[in-house]
């Protein structure tokens, strides 16, 4: 088979000029009119004559131009022609052939020359195997990455359908484990020797750039022996290595937001992780700001290679509600990890459900979440009794602070636990009386594995002597930095008297934020799920009264305290609005609307629709309604609306984002390759089955002929023009 390709065929449009040399030719014929003369009558025949040799001459000529521009650019189009031998004469062995394409994200790395892409040549490679697959035998295409892996499942001996299929194959944004396409590659290899026992050979060939990651699951120590036992089983395993040269890549890994002055105030600042992880060039980098769509700045770092860097954009004064920034760096040779974005709300604003025990149980946390009446103050709060609990939807609210409440019953144990694992804030106070035991079997369910990581043991009473009374110091949580910064913060000076003991477990899930100086933990935060919950193990009640607990409610520094805590709150409630790609995330609905409809909306501006699903939540047993986000595929800002009817009842924001995995370009050399192949399985023999393909570039000899044939149009032209004196002669160049 005879291909020609043209590299730049772009430049065939100036083809056009090819009729230069007509209009040449039509313009510069001679006109005459005739004018009857007897003394010039024995000349006509002379005359014809020579004419009709001049138009002959001008004709050549034209065709000669004509075919010297056609050479030139044909030239200039870099023509190169690939003959390949297809061996139609060659006689199935009963091989099936399973072509695993890497389709993981950095294929799309491109090469500083050719500018071709590593996924290009792969395609290109295995299209070329398919055309030298003997008939008789059959084949199955796989790929490698989180999405798409069947594209040829049932064996399949049409391979011109073969050929098309993976010509229309697109890389994914995702990474990928080729461990885990191979055992897909060996069920399916192991179906079809049941179905037909003709096939007598399996021929496995991974078409990959050689990246690192795709093979890291494989060659892990533990995963040795079982990975060379994977490819005992095929017969036959060849790698062909599609990897190209780049320039440099550089990938921004994560976005984070801060809240400088508070999670209420309106300034935040988004803070971007760059990483170096190859370039030729010593150059600047820059680094582009988006807010809700519209350009804002651009950041200039100087980044060397195997480097990183922290990029920041401080916003002040941004109106109230949700926003969106990308931060995108400067095109590189990968420019699927350029991107990230990232979704806040500024101020941030919560919904509070405080439950309160006693009278006045909640005060100290009602004055310090809503310390104004002003009207736009981002907290809502919602006071109600325990008895009222059962009743609320707690999906509904941000924050649920049981304060005083000693969550008496299953139900709301239940309850609490899976608000919390969904997302929620839930913030315990202990009251005059706690019930200990109860509390525990919501802190503590190690029968079920759901505890928080501590339990509560007995009430102690600190000294009360000034001189040796228990007091606050700040932990090595992230929530009280500010607090550890500013030795004059005031926790020293709050006295304690009365506390809960608390006994940590060896998880590590439940975190120091306070505690005595002493060492006792007064004020912890254990992550569960999407959510957290804060637990103080002495009282916040604001009181005057000789039994009381502590001063540390109505101390100055409890509202920054809690404020700090919120602020962080709202950061990990962030990271949780960016989902990894490849990933099919899962979202609770709130049916206080009743049935809804979610619309989404896609990067692309595409429209997915989503139907609700309803099951039990593992953690509280009661029924919510879900949709899962199963289309979850490019990366960028997906907007959601949940219709009630026509209605858009509410709405929400959610990045996608790229897990930056494959960006290092580590190849995988052939020795280290060597130590997970044994000398049994047939390696690199991937040539023997390939088409034979002889590759010729004519830039050069069309080139070489083009002057040449302006050589002969320069000689001619000469020729032609040079006076013969002869009479009657018509002399036209």
């Known amino acids: 088979m005879l291909a020609l390709i043209f590299e730049s065929p772009e430049r065939l449009w100036w083809s056009f000029v090819l009729l230069v040399p007509l209009l040449i030719h039509l313009l510069r014929r001679r006109r005459f009119q005739q004018q009857a003369w007897a003394a010039m009558q024995f000349l006509l025949q002379a005359m014809e004559e020579e004419w009709q040799k001049a138009r002959l001459r001008n004709l050549s000529l034209m065709i000669l131009r004509a075919l010297i521009l056609a050479c030139f650019l044909a030239a200039i189009s870099a023509p190169r022609s690939d003959t390949m031998n297809l061996n139609p004469g060659k006689v199935s062995d009963g091989t099936y052939h399973v072509l695993v394409i890497d389709a993981s994200y950095s294929m799309n790395t491109t090469d500083s020359q050719s500018g071709e892409s590593a996924f290009e040549l792969a395609k290109q490679k295995a299209i070329e195997y398919t055309r030298g697959i003997a008939q008789g035998d059959v084949v199955s295409v796989l790929t490698i990455g989180e999405f798409e892996r069947w594209v040829i499942e049932v064996p399949a001996s049409d391979f011109q359908q073969a050929a098309l299929a993976i010509d229309e194959l697109e890389p994914q944004p995702t990474g990928g484990s080729l461990k885990t396409v191979l055992a897909s590659a060996l069920d399916l290899v192991t179906d079809a020797r049941k179905s037909d026992p003709d096939l007598l050979v399996a021929?496995?060939?991974?078409?990959?750039?050689?990246?690192?990651?795709?093979w890291d699951e494989m060659l892990n120590d533990g995963q040795h022996d079982s990975s060379q036992d994977l490819l005992r089983q095929f017969g036959q395993v060849a790698v062909v290595d599609c990897s190209v040269n780049p320039a440099a890549n550089l990938a921004i890994k994560n976005l984070t937001i801060s809240y400088p002055q508070g999670a209420f105030a309106s300034q935040v600042s988004i803070l971007a992780e760059v990483d170096c992880y190859y370039k030729t060039a010593e150059t600047a980098t820059g680094v582009s700001w988006f807010v809700d769509n519209e350009f804002v700045r651009r950041d200039e770092i100087e980044i060397g290679e195997q480097q990183s860097a922290t990029v920041s954009l401080p916003l002040q004064d941004l109106s109230a509600g949700r926003h969106q920034i990308e931060a995108r760096l400067d095109d590189d040779s990968l420019m699927l990890d350029n991107s990230q974005w990232i979704v806040f709300e500024s101020p941030a604003s919560f919904r509070v459900l405080c439950i309160e025990g006693e009278r006045g149980d909640a005060d100290a946390v009602e004055l310090a979440l809503h310390p104004t009446d002003d009207p736009d103050w981002p907290v809502t709060i919602q006071q109600i009794s325990e008895a009222e609990l059962e009743q609320q939807i707690l999906t509904d609210f941000d924050v649920v602070a049981l304060c005083g409440v000693n969550i008496s019953t299953e139900l709301n144990e239940r309850r609490l636990r899976g608000f919390v694992h969904q997302g929620g804030t839930l913030l315990v106070t202990p009251g005059r009386n706690p019930n200990i035991k109860s509390l525990n079997r919501f802190f503590d369910n190690q029968d079920q594995d759901l505890g928080f990581g501590f339990r509560w043991k007995k009430v102690s009473s600190g000294p009360t002597s000034d001189e040796?009374?228990?007091?606050?110091?700040?932990?090595?949580?992230?929530?009280?930095?500010?607090?550890?910064?500013n030795p004059e913060n005031g926790l020293g000076a709050i006295p304690i008297y009365k506390y809960v003991e608390v006994e940590l477990r060896?998880?590590?899930?439940?975190?120091?934020?306070?505690e005595s100086d002493d060492g006792k933990p007064l004020y912890l935060y254990s992550p569960f799920g999407k959510g957290c919950l804060l637990t103080f193990s002495t009282?916040?009640?604001?009181?005057?009264?000789?039994?009381?607990?502590?001063?540390?409610?109505?101390?100055p520094s409890f509202l920054p305290l809690l404020h700090e805590t919120l602020k962080f709150v709202v950061g990990r409630r962030a990271e949780h609005a960016d989902v990894l790609l490849g990933s099919a995330p899962e979202y609770g609905v709130s049916m206080q609307y009743g049935p809804l409809d979610v619309h989404v909306q896609n990067p692309d501006g595409s429209l997915s629709k989503y139907d609700l699903e309803f099951k039990g939540n593992q953690y509280s047993s009661e029924v919510f309604a879900y949709w899962w986000h199963h289309d979850f595929e490019s990366p960028g800002i997906y907007h959601v609306d949940y219709l009630a009817g026509a209605k858009t009842v509410d709405s929400s924001l959610i990045a996608g984002n790229l897990k930056v995995t494959e960006s290092d370009h580590q190849l995988l050399q052939s020795s280290v390759l060597d130590t997970l192949i044994e000398s049994d399985i047939n390696v690199d023999e991937i040539?023997?089955?390939?088409?034979?393909?002889?590759?010729?570039a004519w830039f050069q000899p069309l080139l070489l002929v083009t002057l040449g044939l302006l050589l002969l149009e320069i000689i001619w032209v000469s020729r032609v023009m040079k006076p013969s004196g002869k009479p009657g002669e018509v002399i036209d160049g």
């Open 203 to 214: 021929r496995v060939v991974v078409f990959t750039d050689m990246e690192q990651n795709l």
């Open 468 to 485: 040796t009374k228990m007091s606050v110091r700040a932990g090595d949580h992230k929530i009280v930095e500010l607090f550890k910064q």
């Open 506 to 514: 060896e998880s590590g899930q439940a975190q120091v934020v306070l």
């Open 687 to 696: 040539a023997q089955f390939l088409p034979t393909t002889l590759n010729q």
């Open 539 to 555: 009282s916040i009640l604001i009181s005057q009264e000789e039994e009381r607990w502590s001063d540390l409610g109505v101390w």
